[in-house]
């Protein structure tokens, strides 16, 4: 007698079924799980961002047809919701590495202009790419955006896959303002791309070589933002200091007082720029841990502050200026003349990395000087029939 068959056919087809079933399953998971390996490592051994189609085929140029202009390259504005306080600079590639200190430094958005040329773009557009890659704070934070000469053809530019654990061999020789030839550096075609782009109800506009106070952001959101409304007329201002260029920059206001290598921004160049702040008033106030207006201030040429404002009524800043001198002073003169009152915050500041010195500047800076003054000038005619009504003049 043949023994019976325990195990019946339709139930080991079933039992075959699950059982690839289970396997697709769970090789799906596998392939899950090393997905999400690769993306806890940020991509650190190969590039998902190569140069975007709107950066080859740029067509979109400024106020005055001589740059190219091209926001958010990478397209991660798109990532963000509307902001409460977001920073806006500008740089050229040499200075692309501040954005490391300033990401990790600052809690918010950062919008960022970078202006390249000739030879230079292609370091530019690799070290932007390498910083998006392989520091997750700045693909969290930074909108990226690009300017350059409508005369730069960048179509034939090499592509280089970003390797986060070698370092780059692609250099730049490239100075600010040393650019040669007729190319002058367009501060505030930059500043108005990185301001326009973001979406942000106030903007702290500031150099890229410089880091707010810890927990500037957070504090501003706290204790003034609710009380602030978007068509408010006030430069909350930040004093601004400078220290060495390798030392530790503070970052609270006791740090700040104690450190004897912090000096006021400009002491060595353009004291009476900045001297308006009134530091030795700032330094002695009440001490507070909500952040608040100190004190008010009468706003006079040449004093340029930095400061948060509200975006929505802000004067855009004039393209014309280019290279050095009125670059910034002519947007605070126009605030001024529009009816802006500057407040001074009690524990909020800026530091410059490095000290300012004479020497420091561009050989030819003086000629750029004087065509920007002859500039001002008219800037501030114009303004007489832009505010007809204003009892305020620079």
Known sequence: ?????????????????????MLQ???????????DIQNERHHR????????????????????????????????????APADLAIVTHTTSNHLQNLLHLSRRWEGLISVSVFTHGQDVEFALHLSQRLYECYKEIEQKVIFHLVFPVSCNITNIPYHQVNCDVEDTIK??????????KLRYPHNVLRNLALKTVEARFILAMDIDMLPSANLFGTFQRNLISSITSSNQTAYILPVFET?????????????????????????????????????RWKHLGKSEALDVAYDLQWTHPYEPFYIASKSSLPLYDERFKQYGFNRVSQI???????????????????????????????????????????????KEELKSKYPNSQRHC
């Open 1 to 21: 007698m043949r023994p019976r068959c325990l195990v019946s056919i339709p139930n080991v087809i079933l039992f075959l079924l699950v059982s690839v079933i």
């Open 25 to 35: 399953i769970f090789h799906v998971y596998l392939m899950q799980h090393q997905e």
């Open 45 to 80: 051994t190969s590039s998902r961002y190569r140069i975007s189609p709107e950066v080859r085929n740029a067509y979109r140029t400024d106020s005055s047809g001589y740059y190219f202009i091209v926001q958010d390259i990478f397209g991660s504005g798109k990532q963000h």
């Open 172 to 181: 730049s020789s490239n100075k600010n303002f040393e650019l040669g030839g």
């Open 244 to 280: 060495g260029e390798n030392y530790n920059i503070p970052s609270t206001k006791d740090e700040l007082l104690q450190d004897k290598n912090i000096q006021p921004f400009y002491a060595n160049v353009c004291q009476k720029c900045q001297y308006i702040t009134d530091y030795d």
């Open 333 to 379: 003169c126009e605030m001024h003349v529009a009816g802006y009152k500057f407040s001074v915050l009690n524990n909020a500041f800026l530091v410059h990395k490095g000290y300012k010195n004479k020497s420091g500047f561009y050989w030819d800076k003086e000629k750029d000087h004087l065509k920007n003054r002859a500039l001002y000038k008219i800037f």
